[in-house]
């Protein structure tokens, strides 16, 4: 069975720090390109980070940054999302999805992802 299982959400003050995990099950983790998306109230959902599955290179949103990085440990199956320097428009549900794609120009489209997790949810309060 596929699973996707996102943790280490929570609530944090502006300027603070949160780490996110994904779990991964089901599936050949090493050639699936892992990525990080977001959703905020009212807002669509958008592409926040991803690594790729050949080589590790990965690409941030504009938005993140500097702030944000994303890792993954073929070993274990997981992918994490370091978030630093957080702000309230970081708040927003977090979802953690997985393609077998490697194709740059498509990385932070969502419709291009097979699998996604449950969403973790991550406040950010001024």
């Known amino acids: 069975q596929v699973q996707l299982v996102e943790s280490g959400g929570g609530s944090v003050q502006a300027g603070g720090s949160l780490r996110l995990s994904c779990a991964a099950f089901g599936f050949p983790f090493i050639w699936y390109d892992m990525a990080w998306f977001r959703q905020a109230p009212g807002k669509e959902r958008e592409g926040v980070a991803v690594i790729y599955s050949n080589g590790g290179s990965t690409d941030y949103a504009d938005s993140v940054k500097g702030r944000f990085t994303i890792s993954r440990d073929d070993a274990k199956n997981t992918v994490n999302l370091q978030m630093n320097s957080l702000k309230p428009e970081d708040t927003a549900i977090y979802y953690c999805?997985?393609?077998?794609?490697?194709?740059?120009?498509?990385?932070?489209?969502?419709?291009?992802?097979?699998?996604w997790g449950q969403g973790t949810q991550v406040t950010v309060s001024s």
């Open positions: 999805a997985a393609r077998a794609d490697n194709s740059k120009s498509t990385a932070f489209l969502a419709e291009k992802y097979k699998y």
